[in-house]
């Protein structure tokens, strides 16, 4: 089995600052591109951040650019969102894929179960 767990989120105020962490353990052969993407209260979950196996390549939501960074530790199979100058309309459940291949199994993408990120004074 493999599982991925989200930390990291909370109450914040608006400019402040959250670091999202999210571990895929189990039965891990290879671990591909990770990512993170939010889903806001009545609103299509989309693509916040990604980043590739080596970490060379990251792709941005254009309403992060700037203030989120993505990044990863492959030692720990191991995927971090840290996110500067919160505003509210960041708010959302903040949920982990990865894209990965488990002993004896095909490749396949996997996800979290999500952390609340909430931006509000």
């Known amino acids: 089995q493999v599982h991925l767990v989200e930390s990291g989120g909370g109450l914040v105020q608006p400019g402040g600052s959250l670091r999202l962490s999210c571990v895929a353990s189990?039965?891990?052969?290879?671990?591909?591109?990770m990512g993170w993407y939010r889903q806001a209260p009545g609103k299509q979950r989309e693509l916040v951040a990604n980043?590739?196996?080596?970490?060379?390549?990251?792709v941005y939501a254009d309403s992060v650019k700037g203030r989120f960074t993505i990044s990863r530790d492959n030692a720990k199979n191991t995927v971090y969102l840290q996110m500067n100058n919160l505003k509210p309309e960041d708010t959302a459940v903040y949920s982990c894929n990865a894209d990965l291949k488990p002993y004896g199994r095909n490749w396949s993408y996997y996800w979290g179960q999500g952390t609340q990120v909430t931006v509000s004074s």
């Open positions: 189990g039965s891990i052969f290879s671990l591909n591109a």
């Open positions: 980043i590739t196996r080596g970490g060379t390549t990251t």
